[in-house]
């Protein structure tokens, strides 16, 4: 996933969103990237804003859908 330009796939869902997300910040701003790492490891969550709204990953269903 990291490093593809288009992520998972291309579409305006959170998955898709989120990963592309992911790729582009492994490639223009690695060190925000691994910042969000260690926030998952402190606080056990990761939350990304899709559409103005914010989207937890501890709310989240596991495995895909």
Do not use: K
């Not at 579409?11 to 492994?26: E, F, H, I, K, V």
């Not at 260690?38 to 895909?64: C, K, T, Y």
């Amino acid at each position: 996933m990291l490093g593809q330009p288009l992520g998972v796939g291309q579409g305006n869902n959170p998955t898709c969103q989120s990963a592309r997300a992911l790729s582009m910040w492994a490639y223009n701003d690695p060190d925000y990237l691994l910042q969000m790492v260690a926030w998952a490891a402190r606080d056990n969550e990761i939350v990304m804003h899709f559409e103005g709204r914010p989207v937890s990953s501890a709310q989240s269903a596991g495995g895909l859908q």
